[in-house]
């Protein structure tokens, strides 16, 4: 099951990729990571509906939200299901923007100009601990990695900006399982998967699928195909998904 959720709902778009932890660190609740990203995505394009509500206010908001639902039959202390969050919000001249955890924003312009957003905290975790236990211990801990769980506390640490509309044509938020094609694979860097995104997507995913077989099993992630979702929305005139 597609463990990704998104949406988009008046000027606000948001990509959730929920977190494929081993259900051992989830423990203490019966819900789904599906189930989980989709309820916290849309409650969060509910409350960041309010332009006067900062982003990181609605990722909390939401994130509270959530919590209240299960927190009566979960033991919320012996671990939930997470998801990684990017969300967009457009005012009249820029795009709004907020990113927590490995999921990325691409702004694309109109002369092929890119710029990405990524938390890389998460990344830098996995490359210093040896075990997944030691990993897990530094979710959303101090010096460790932060990612949308049932502590609203995780929005303060989500990274967040704007950026002038005049200058970008596109937004793409994508999960990690997209930008594997360049961080892992090869297959592009930033400015050629924006670019091969706007002209044809499933054309992406294709050449993904087939590099991640090809792989050697020597360099073969955890996960060798991971869930790949893409929201592009064209940033003149209705935002919407391109």
């Known amino acids: 099951m597609d463990e990704d959720a998104a949406g988009v709902l008046g000027e606000v778009a948001v990509l959730l990729d929920g977190a494929g932890v081993p259900p051992r660190f989830r423990a203490g609740c019966h819900h789904s990571v599906s189930w989980f990203s989709h309820v916290l995505a849309a409650h969060l394009l509910g409350h960041a509906q309010d332009p ?15 919590r209240a639902l299960h927190q009566g039959t979960c033991d919320l202390d012996r671990g939930g ?3 990684t969050v990017v969300a967009v919000r457009r005012t009249e001249e820029h795009l709004e923007h907020l990113v927590l955890c490995d999921s990325s924003l691409l702004l694309h312009g109109g002369e092929g100009g890119v710029m990405r957003v990524t938390d890389t905290r ?3 975790v996995v490359r210093t601990e040896r075990t997944a236990e030691a990993i897990e211990a530094r979710r959303n801990r101090p010096g460790g990695f932060w990612v949308a769980r049932h502590e609203p506390e995780a929005a303060a640490e989500a990274i ?8 970008w044509e596109r937004a793409h938020l994508v999960s990690d399982g997209v930008t594997r094609a360049a961080d892992l694979l090869g297959l592009h860097d930033d400015a050629s998967l924006a670019e091969s995104l706007t002209r044809d997507p499933q054309a992406v995913l294709s050449q993904l699928r087939e590099a991640e077989k090809a792989l050697p099993q020597s360099r073969r992630p955890s996960k060798l195909h991971d ?13 919407g998904r391109s």
């Open 52 to 66: 006067t509500v900062p982003l990181r206010a609605a990722l909390a908001a939401a994130i509270e939200d959530v």
């Open 81 to 83: 299901p997470s998801a």
């Open 122 to 124: 998460v990344d830098e």
């Open 160 to 167: 967040v900006g704007s950026a002038p509309l005049a200058r």
């Open 227 to 239: 869930d790949a979702t893409v929201v592009t929305l064209c940033l003149a005139g209705s935002l």
